[in-house]
Structure formats: C-alpha cells, structure tokens
C-alpha cells in the first residue's frame, strides 16, 4: 500500500470513529498529523485525495470538513429490512451471529496488532459503562453499552471498510444483542452475568496486550457461547409449546383395567 494511501486509511477510519458527520470539521493539521502519527505533507496528501472523491471539502483559511458520509449513509439504509426481519422472526439472530463471527474474529485480530492508546481507552471506558449499567440493573443501557464495546473493538481495527459495515450493522446488532441478553438471564442471570463479563474483560485484555491470537480465539469463544445458549433455550422453548398441543385424550391410559366380572 501507498504511504498517501494508508494515511487516507487512519484518517477514515478517525472520521468514522468521532462519528463524523458532513458539515462537520476535521481537527486542525497539526492536531491530526499528531493524532494519526503522520507527517503533515502526508496528510496534506490524504486530504487532497479525499477531497478529489468527494469525501472531504477545504475551505481556504477555515480548515478541513467532512463532505459526504453516503458510503456509510448507503449500508445503513440497506440493513434497514434486516432489523424488520429479526422482529418478525428472531431466528435471523443466528445468521446475525454467524456474520459478526465473521467480521469481529477480524476486527479482534487487527484491533489487537493496531489499537492505540486513545483506542485502548475507549475500548475501557465501553466495558465500564457495560458493567456499570449491568451492575445497577439497566438492561437496555448495558445492552446498548454492549454493541458499543464491540463496535470500539471494530473502530480500532483501523479498516475503513470493516468498520463503515460494522457501524452500518450496530441497529442490527444492538437488535439481536437486547433480545440475546434478555433471553438469557432469564435463563440464569447471575451465572449469565458473571461469563457475559468474563469473557469481554478476557477480550479486552487481550487486545490491551497485543495478543491477536488471544482476541481472537476470545471473540470466536464468546460468541459461540451466546449462540449455544439461545440455541438450547429455542429447542427448550418448542419442546414446551409442541407438548401443550398434545390433545388430553391423545395420551394413552395409564390406569390399570378392571377386573372383569365375577359369574355367579
């Protein structure tokens, strides 16, 4: 990859992680060249490729704005139908987790060589904000909480790509993420409560480390755990409702006969 290349890259990927919108300004150059770790003639560079996209405009003596987020604009109106098919039937959460095994064994993998220091503390502070809000109860807050740490973990692969799909993918996700919580704690909520936050604290560590093996086999593990779950929870769920369809005079007698009569 191209030295411009790779810093139009970084500077994506900061756009899409501060949720930048179009209209709204980019750091000043020096404050970006920092924050990107790049010299300033490269960002100069980046800039102007971006500019010739369509992706950024520069306004002389004003500084650096977002033009056009349609990229990411066009995936999120494209997994709208998606949200409307989890509520009509939740078993598309398995093809939802089978998606993100895909994306975030790779986002685990890169976030865990790439992350830096200010990636590394949100990615902390997501996981805070999760216990704090499981802690005191709020379960549509720390579901919420929980979508965000992943898609921290996806902005800190520094893949403009996965992370413009994974942000288009969060109402999806958010979706299947509060019907999976929900489900099981109330299958067990504190044994649920207590491996949920095992495993992102092992994930975070693991990232925090720079052990990409590490994250990912921590994703892959977590992941398979929610689907087995909500697997057995479904099976155990139909087993209830095909047994209430049983009509009562289909089940087979379990009296003993009667004793025939006695001839005089």
């Known amino acids: 990859m191209r030295l411009v290349d790779h810093v139009v890259e ?36 980046a800039i102007q490729k971006l500019t010739s996209q369509g992706a950024l405009v520069s306004r002389r003596g004003d500084g650096t704005y977002v033009q056009s987020t349609a990229p990411a604009e066009w995936l999120q109106e494209a997994m709208g139908p998606l949200v409307r ?9 398995y093809d ?16 865990a060589q790439r992350a ?8 902390q502070r997501c996981f805070d904000v999760m216990m704090q809000h499981q802690q005191s109860g709020h379960a549509e807050l720390a579901a ?13 692969s ?9 942000q288009s993918l969060f109402a999806v996700v958010l979706s299947t993420v509060e019907r999976n919580r929900h489900d099981m704690f109330r299958l067990s909520a504190p044994e649920t409560l207590r491996v949920l936050t095992a495993q992102h604290q092992d994930l975070m560590q693991a990232i925090l480390d720079g052990d990409p093996t590490r994250a990912r086999a ?24 095909r047994s209430t369809r049983l009509p009562v005079d289909a089940a087979p007698s379990l009296l003993l006969p009667t004793d025939p009569p006695r001839r005089a």
Not at 219 to 240: C, F, S
């Open 158 to 166: 520094h893949n403009v790509v996965l992370v413009q799909v994974m």
């Open 10 to 45: 970084k500077l994506l990927a900061l756009v899409q992680a501060r949720g930048l919108q179009a209209g709204e300004r980019l750091p000043a150059e020096r404050q970006l060249a920092a924050e990107l770790g790049v010299s300033r003639n490269s960002l100069r560079e």
């Open 116 to 123: 830096t220091p200010a990636d590394k503390e949100r990615i």
């Open 85 to 93: 098919l989890l509520d009509a039937d939740p078993h598309y959460r």
């Open 144 to 156: 919420r909480a929980d979508a965000q740490f992943h898609l921290a973990i996806a902005e800190a």
């Open 96 to 111: 939802v987790l089978e998606t993100r095994h895909a994306l975030e064994t790779s986002t685990a993998w890169l976030a």
């Open 218 to 241: 921590c994703i892959g593990d977590h992941l398979e755990h929610v689907r087995t779950t909500i697997q057995r929870m479904d099976e155990d769920r139909a087993r209830r409702e």
